[in-house]
């Protein structure tokens, strides 16, 4: 089993920065992929970025690549996302997600079906 705690949302102005925690326990994650998605109201939940543990190779969603960055500390079993030049656009309850299978490809990492825990979520607030 894994436990993830999301933290860091709040509300922030159009143009300003955020960063969101996702503090995991419960398990040796060297093998997993961890993600971040984000759902805001009336929406499906769409992928925002991923990470694997091991390697630390990245994923991004065209819509934050260049404004976010997802990172990881092994040592605090803690992955960070950091969000800048943040748009209304990206209003959203944001979700981080463990994903235990070994994938080969983008398709793995965007879809949330391969991933198997999920944080509570925590609310971003993009005023203009």
């Known amino acids: 089993q894994v436990q993830l705690v999301e933290s860091g949302g709040g509300l922030v102005q159009a143009g300003g920065s955020l960063r969101l925690s996702c503090a995991a326990s419960?398990?040796?994650?060297?093998?997993?992929?961890m993600g971040w998605f984000r759902q805001a109201p009336g929406k499906e939940r769409e992928f925002v970025a991923a990470?694997?543990?091991?390697?630390?190779?990245?994923y991004y969603a065209d819509s934050v690549k260049g404004r976010f960055t997802i990172s990881r500390d092994n040592a605090k079993n803690t992955v960070y996302l950091q969000m800048n030049s943040l748009k209304p656009e990206d209003t959203a309850v944001y979700y981080c997600?463990?994903?235990?299978?070994?994938?080969?490809?983008?398709?793995?990492?965007?879809?949330?079906?391969?991933?198997?825990?999920w944080g509570q979520g925590t609310q971003v607030t993009v005023s203009s």
């Open positions: 419960g398990r040796t994650l060297s093998s997993y992929a």
């Open positions: 990470i694997r543990w091991s390697g630390g190779n990245t």
């Open positions: 997600a463990a994903n235990p299978y070994s994938c080969s490809g983008y398709g793995c990492y965007v879809a949330g079906d391969e991933y198997d825990y």
